[in-house]
């Protein structure tokens, strides 16, 4: 089972100081009573509940640097937490921490069309940037299946990618600068309101950072025209192998589509039970690949996908006809983690990343897999990018099946990485893939990216437990600064 650092019984004792204190920061913004407690328990990786010691809510930079400053010099631990629909586990509480809600900064405090960017708090969910350039034909690419809820902060500490990041790029290519809190209460600034910035890419560091960095409280993106036209393409294949190919041809064309996504059998049955998207119910794979541009281009690439299609044994084709149509498309793939829901009691999401040219062989091995845990498995891609979402169906109310479930889950990702691959796509580590860190790095790759951890947070009460499987104190990193002959933290053993 997780396991996370054991809780402080010296800061536990002090729960009801420390909870004045913050009251003393944010009056109407501290929760402490044990079953509203529970409303933060968990994030989108329901496997693992932990009720947080305290949770607090500020609604200004100030009041997160007074909240972080006392922390720091109190030793407390901090966990930040936009709108927890993260799938690893990132905002999962600690018993003895508090948890530094950001939901009330939900403000778009600027809009420049002139130099495309928007300026909005973190706390402002994904689907809401979109919503409030859209009326002058603008958009926020990535564009993850989670948009109507997840926050603009979690998708900078996660990374987030979505359906059109094959063409747009994801989130760290789409934010120019952010605010940032550090752990003793500092305020930064990274990047800017242009592409790129003078010093090192602290903001490159900041993105994907997990919530390990420091506290986002402000978020500069790009936004972008939106294209002419836009056709979505729904591609029906006996094999997945058929599907693959034409993912890997169609690239090899020297086309990128808007998107590119993959479905098998049992995530199509799912989806189209729910959302009635129109999907073909005869096939074994369904690739739904968007086209954008200006209508010629868009035109001519449609025809170039389906003849590819073809080539590769497609069985049925159908381009959206209307905008309400290629909405309904994309909503289907976009429903489909609920879909699946709805036919297991419960599933287990992973996020892993191949090069292209394997998927076929990984699926065959993943149905290995599934009969060796004796779990089932329904399959939705970001094929362009090769990065795969099994979907693993388990009842958590049947003893021991939320063990094989994880089990499953690791063997998939092993898999990931030994066909040369990665252990997340978009997804984070999180508490989910902390402990195949290894499998992916080796010691001295994990011991240098701790010391990026210590260089912003070196008591490290930022998000703790998460991402690094074993969390050394930062001076066991070998910073051995001896200062006139004093040496720091003389009781920890030097090797
Ligand atoms: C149904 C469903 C579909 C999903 N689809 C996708 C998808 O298509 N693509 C994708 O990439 N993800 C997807 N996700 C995962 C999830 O939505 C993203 O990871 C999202 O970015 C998390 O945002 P959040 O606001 O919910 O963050 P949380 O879950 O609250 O937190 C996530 C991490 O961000 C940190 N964090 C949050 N806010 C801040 C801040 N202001 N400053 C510093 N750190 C912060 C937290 O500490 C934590 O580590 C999906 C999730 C669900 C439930």
């Known amino acids: 089972m997780l396991k996370m650092p054991p809780a402080d019984g010296r800061v536990l004792a002090r729960k009801a100081e420390i909870a004045r204190a913050l009251a003393a920061i944010v009056p109407d913004g501290v929760i402490e009573d044990k079953d509203a407690l529970r409303v933060y ?21 100030d009041e997160v640097s007074l909240i972080l400053a006392w922390c720091h010099r109190e030793g407390v631990k901090v966990v930040p937490r936009g709108s927890g629909t993260s799938l690893s586990g990132g905002a999962l509480p600690l018993e003895d921490a508090v948890l530094l809600g950001m939901a009330r900064f939900n403000r778009v405090l600027e809009i420049d069309y002139a130099d495309r960017i928007a300026v909005v708090q973190p706390g402002v969910t994904n689907l809401a940037v979109t919503q409030a350039v859209e009326a002058e034909g603008f958009y926020y690419a990535p564009d993850p299946s989670s948009q109507i809820a997840c926050s603009i902060g979690g998708n900078v500490a996660e990374n987030s990618g979505g359906v059109h990041c094959l063409k747009y790029g994801l989130t ?3 934010v ?3 605010e940032m809190v550090l752990m003793d209460g500092q305020v930064v600034r990274l990047g800017g309101r242009t592409l790129d910035q003078a010093g090192l890419d602290l903001l490159g560091l900041v993105v994907g950072s997990e919530g390990l960095l420091g506290v986002v409280t402000e978020v500069t993106v790009r936004i972008l025209p939106k294209p002419e036209t836009a056709r979505a393409v729904l591609i029906g294949f006996p094999s997945v192998e058929q599907a693959g190919q034409t993912v890997a041809d169609v690239i090899a064309a020297g086309i990128i ?14 989806a189209e039970a729910f959302v009635h998207a129109g999907y073909p119910l005869d096939v074994e794979a369904l690739l739904i690949v968007e086209l954008d541009g200006v209508g010629a281009e868009c035109d001519h690439l449609t025809q170039e ?11 049925t084709c159908r381009a959206s006809a209307s905008e309400a149509e290629r909405l309904k498309f994309w909503a289907g793939r976009k429903a489909a983690f609920p879909a699946v829901g709805r036919i297991s009691p419960d599933y287990y999401c992973m996020d892993g990343t191949i090069p292209r040219r394997r998927l076929p062989e990984v699926l065959q091995r993943m149905e290995g897999f599934s009969a060796a845990h004796g779990l089932k498995v329904a399959n939705v891609f970001h094929a362009g990018d090769g990065n795969l979402h099994p979907l693993i169906l388990y009842d958590a ?15 998939i990702l092993r898999l990931c990485v030994e066909v040369g691959g990665v252990l997340t796509g978009e997804h984070g580590v999180g508490v989910e893939k ?11 790759d994990l011991a240098h990216q701790q010391r990026v951890k210590c260089a912003f947070d070196p008591q490290l009460l930022l998000n703790p437990g998460k991402v690094f499987p074993v969390l050394h104190r930062c001076a066991e990193l070998g910073r051995m600064h001896v200062h006139g002959g004093i040496t720091a933290f003389p009781d920890l053993p030097r090797f």
């Open 41 to 61: 328990e968990s994030d989108g990786l329901t496997a693992y509940r932990q009720p947080p010691m305290l949770v607090v809510l500020p609604r200004a930079t």
């Open 397 to 411: 109310n049947r003893p021991g099946e939320l063990e094989r479930a994880e089990a499953f889950g690791a063997d």
């Open 305 to 315: 996908v389906e003849a590819i299609g073809r080539r590769n044994g497609s069985t």
């Open 176 to 178: 120019l600068g952010v």
């Open 257 to 270: 589509p808007a998107g590119m996504e993959m479905m098998d059998r049992p995530a199509i049955h799912a």
């Open 172 to 174: 760290t290519n789409n």
């Open 434 to 444: 902390r402990d195949l860190m290894p499998v992916m790095f080796t010691e001295t």
